[in-house]
């Protein structure tokens, strides 16, 4: 997977993309990250890349030209391929399934906004596709640009190395995660769940299980009814919401 992001503030991302997971992804070449500084392809001495808005009211814009040159010299002959994604926190709402459906493509171009927005003509005639992080707003695209990069670089083949743990996590399956605990078996009078000692996998499963959907309808009902369940699943919720 390639990533080209294109910023104004190419320094927000040192650090995010040079540690841990990421870092490893980079180094085996699962993904490879390239920023892009708007900046480099304004016109005129001053690089000039915002101007207030026609029609008045506060605020700076950011100018269609030099978005529109820094994606077509990027993408070149590939313009046509690759998806070109805004920033903005008036997008479709990402999720785990955004992020699956986006790890299917081999590239993906980002373009994060700054300032109080980005002239429209961005959004209408360059972006195919427009993604908000969630609903509230950030002081710019980055951000969320890092969040996208992380959600999908590791839903890429060999990024995690145990495959299991994608499959499992919290979303994946459309359940919350159920608790995790390893030692000491007592911290600080708290005991581990007797369960998870009794070396019972069959039994493990279960609890982990029952957790994982008591949590999920304890604190995202919402997302409850497009989990995958069981007939054993809906027994178990059928159960604790008669007794709840
Ligand atoms: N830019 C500012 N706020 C944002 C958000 N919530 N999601 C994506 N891009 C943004």
């Known amino acids: 997977m390639q990533f080209d992001i294109l910023t104004l503030f190419p320094g927000l991302f040192a650090g995010a993309f040079?540690?841990?997971?990421?870092?490893?992804?980079?180094e085996s070449g699962s993904v490879t990250i390239a920023l892009h500084n708007i900046r480099d392809y304004a016109a005129g001495r001053h690089k000039v890349t915002d101007d207030t808005p026609y029609g008045g009211g506060g605020g700076m814009i950011m100018k269609p030209e030099p978005i529109?040159?820094?994606?077509?010299?990027?993408?070149?002959?590939?313009?046509?391929?690759?998806?070109?994604?805004?920033?903005?926190?008036?997008?479709?709402?990402?999720?785990?399934?955004?992020?699956?459906?986006?790890?299917?493509h081999d590239r993906l171009l980002l373009i994060c906004g700054r300032y109080e927005g980005v002239d429209e003509r961005v959004h209408r005639y360059l972006a195919t596709d427009e993604v908000s992080i969630g609903d509230y707003v950030l002081s710019g695209g980055e951000i969320a640009a890092m969040?996208?990069?992380?959600?999908?670089?590791?839903?890429?083949?060999?990024?995690?190395?145990d495959p299991a743990a994608t499959f499992e996590d919290s979303h994946a399956e459309g359940l919350l995660e159920y608790p995790h605990y390893t030692r000491p078996p007592t911290f600080r009078g708290h005991p581990v769940p007797d369960v998870l000692l009794s070396g019972h996998h069959a039994e493990i499963t279960r609890w982990r299980r029952?957790?994982?959907?008591?949590?999920?309808?304890?604190?995202?009902?919402?997302?409850?009814?497009?989990?995958?369940?069981?007939?054993?699943?809906?027994?178990?919720?059928?159960?604790?919401?008669?007794?709840g």
């Open 18 to 26: 040079e540690e841990s997971i990421i870092k490893r992804a980079r």
């Open 68 to 104: 529109f040159a820094a994606t077509e010299a990027v993408l070149g002959e590939q313009a046509d391929m690759v998806p070109v994604i805004l920033l903005t926190p008036q997008g479709r709402l990402f999720d785990q399934s955004v992020a699956r459906e986006l790890a299917r």
């Open 147 to 161: 969040v996208i990069v992380d959600a999908v670089t590791r839903l890429l083949p060999g990024v995690l190395g």
């Open 210 to 243: 029952q957790q994982a959907i008591q949590r999920t309808l304890e604190r995202r009902p919402d997302i409850l009814s497009s989990a995958h369940l069981t007939e054993e699943d809906l027994a178990y919720l059928a159960r604790i919401e008669a007794s």
